[in-house]
């Protein structure tokens, strides 16, 4: 069994659409929580973390970590085609990050 | 600011070969990260350096891979020799301060073992 889960879609929505991305996980121990977005032929780009369980909003992005369900959460209001990426979560205990597989997300004009 | 450079982006090898591939992080960076994606699966942690030296190597996969940090400052990752299973996208990443956040990737090297 996988450490991180998280459904590689692809995901496709219409602008302006809001979009919900998850990642289920089984360590106990993960304590911080992160968001990466990974364009085409790039390396990932953190997005958001969160230490432990709450929620975290940066402007458009909205990030939910419930750690008695172990279920984390990104939520995209709004969304633009620039949005278009694949999106990772990760997870980290002593300084190592474990990524789910990540989600394609495709937003059309 | 330069972000954390990897070359090449690209590299074709057969099976039997060497490959060196090289990151140079974000000047003043003391913690390098090597990372490795194989098709159709999650990003995986290699190894850690603190500078020069290596704090986990936990997840490298064998003794055909070695990791060097001269100096502390660029690392090169050497695969002798390749095996077919070693192709993927290997990516290095840097941060200031040692954590579990906060690190910037490179764009990755593409290897690809034939």
């Known amino acids: 069994q996988k450490e991180v889960e998280q459904d590689p879609g692809p995901l496709s929505v219409p602008e302006g659409a809001i979009v919900s991305l998850n990642c289920t996980y089984s360590n106990s121990a993960f304590q911080y929580f992160m968001w990466y977005r990974q364009y085409s032929r790039k390396g990932p780009e953190l997005l958001m973390y969160t230490y432990s369980s709450g929620n975290k909003e940066d402007g458009r992005f909205t990030a939910q970590v419930d750690k008695s369900s172990k279920y984390i959460s990104l939520f995209i209001r709004d969304s633009q085609p620039s949005d278009s990426a694949t999106y990772l979560c990760a997870m980290s205990h002593l300084q190592k990050l474990v990524f789910g597989t990540g989600t394609r997300l495709l937003v059309s004009p | 600011e330069a972000g954390v450079t990897q070359f090449p982006s690209h590299s074709v090898i057969e099976k039997g070969q060497t490959v060196t591939l090289r990151c140079d992080p974000i000047s003043g960076h003391d913690n390098l990260y090597w990372y490795r994606r194989v098709m159709g699966k999650e990003i995986k942690f290699l190894l850690h350096?603190?500078?020069?030296?290596?704090?986990?190597e936990s997840g490298m996969p064998n003794n055909r891979f070695l990791a060097e940090r001269t100096g502390g400052t660029y690392s090169t990752l050497k695969v002798q020799p390749a095996e077919l299973e070693d192709s993927g996208v290997y990516f290095c990443?840097?941060?200031?301060?040692?954590?579990?956040?906060?690190?910037?990737f490179g764009s990755g090297t593409r290897l690809t073992v034939v």
């Open positions: 350096f603190v500078k020069e030296s290596k704090q986990d």
């Open positions: 990443a840097s941060s200031q301060v040692g954590g579990n956040y906060g690190y910037t």
